[in-house]
């Protein structure tokens, strides 16, 4: 996206932000005078039309009741980067719902992770101070549990989104999954591949104590495993010299994989590494899939180095959570959870899914984030 565009972008957030601030038009009786409706999403091939009609199917559910006001807390690891989607979504849904709320990044305290999940769980208990009724977070795990527990025991509903607290008492969580995932990534390589016997290289996690990461892995595994291929992992260094590690690694099991390799697979921002490696060995016509947006990712899809990415809808996880929290206070949770079934992955998660972005639909998928106010 060009200067002028970036400069839209931020000015429609705020001008979002701004929007969701207020509760709406009232009623003397502190009903709101006309019923939600939702600000028609631009129709594209990427649009997730599942979603919208889900939604579009709780707001019935919600309209058939009393509009009332209420006030909500988004609580963020972060605002921008991977988060400015959500940020963006979150704010247009409690605009249209006229809800009271804010989202609210991290309160600064602290560098590490059990300073931060502290300071976290301080911003959940000043929420509940303030008078939200239902709240919205991207947890830091488990550590935070206690903090969730003790809103939803004052009659606070919580939602989880991007990352989760499975030990908590919170009533839904709203992302990707990542064992859903990982089958999607290796499915669509799967697809480009030529019939096995052949090695596939996953550039991706193989660490235990990073659930998410070791399940998007062994999702992807187990699909090229099933087809017969033999597949080998190459843990991601996640340091500056990460690419020249990476791409050395991933370079030598091209060169002396038996049986050879015949696609490669990343399942993570850096997975535009999977490229580099196909250039340093010099074997350009694998087959290359990754994860993630990033500007290397999109330079390598352009030059046809990639043939898809799977970019996380973070927009669409920002969007839901406000309208959850709102359907949980208008109409309970198990009917918002009757009303979400097609989308959930189980009791209590609902797969916000993947975009699977070929190498040649690049700037169709730029154009329709433009078109929702949106970077990737």
């Not at 991706?204 to 187990?222: E, I, K, T």
């Not at 999109?298 to 809808?313: D, F, K, N, P, S």
Request: with cysteine; proline share 6%; glycine share 12%.
């Amino acid at each position: 996206m060009n200067r002028t565009g970036r400069r839209w972008v931020a000015a429609f957030g705020l001008a979002l932000m701004a929007g969701a601030c207020g509760s709406g038009d009232t009623t003397g009786e502190g009903e709101r005078a006309s019923p939600i409706k939702r600000a028609p999403t631009p129709e594209s091939e990427f649009t997730a039309k599942e979603i919208e009609a889900t939604l579009d199917a709780l707001v019935a559910e919600i309209n058939e009741g009393a509009i009332e006001p209420m006030q909500m807390a988004i609580l963020l690891k972060e605002i921008g980067g991977f988060f400015t989607p959500i940020t963006t979504g979150a704010n247009r849904a409690m605009g249209e719902l006229g809800v009271t709320g804010n989202v609210v990044g991290p309160s600064g305290l602290g560098s590490d992770h059990q300073q931060r999940a502290e300071a976290q769980g301080e911003q959940i208990g000043q929420a509940v101070a303030d008078g939200a009724e239902g709240i919205g977070v991207s947890p830091f795990g488990d550590a935070i549990a206690a903090d969730i527990d003790e809103a939803v025991a004052g009659g606070v509903p919580v939602v989880t989104l991007d990352t989760d607290a499975k030990g908590s008492k919170r009533s839904i969580y709203v992302g990707t999954i990542s064992e859903s995932a990982g089958v999607t990534a290796g499915e669509t390589l799967l697809a480009l591949l030529p019939p096995a016997p052949g090695t596939v290289v996953i550039h991706g996690a193989d660490d235990p104590s990073w659930v998410d990461g070791m399940n998007r892995m062994l999702g992807a595994r187990r699909v090229l495993e099933d087809a017969d291929y033999t597949v080998v992992v190459r843990p991601i260094t996640w340091s500056p010299q990460g690419d020249v590690a990476d791409v050395e690694a991933m370079k030598a099991h091209i060169e002396t994989a038996d049986p050879p390799v015949v696609g490669l697979l990343g399942l993570h921002n850096v997975s535009y590494r999977c490229a580099m490696a196909t250039e340093a060995a010099g074997a350009t016509d694998l087959p290359v899939v990754t994860f993630d947006f990033e500007p290397k990712t999109v330079e390598y899809m352009r030059q046809g180095l990639i043939q898809a990415t799977h970019t996380q809808r973070q927009y669409y996880a920002g969007y839901l959570v406000p309208y959850i929290l709102y359907g949980i206070k208008s109409i309970g949770l198990d009917a918002t959870k009757a009303i979400l079934a097609p989308r959930m992955f189980d009791e209590s998660r609902l797969n916000v899914g993947l975009d699977v972005v070929p190498w040649d639909k690049v700037d169709e998928y730029i154009a329709f984030l433009d078109s929702i106010g949106v970077t990737q």
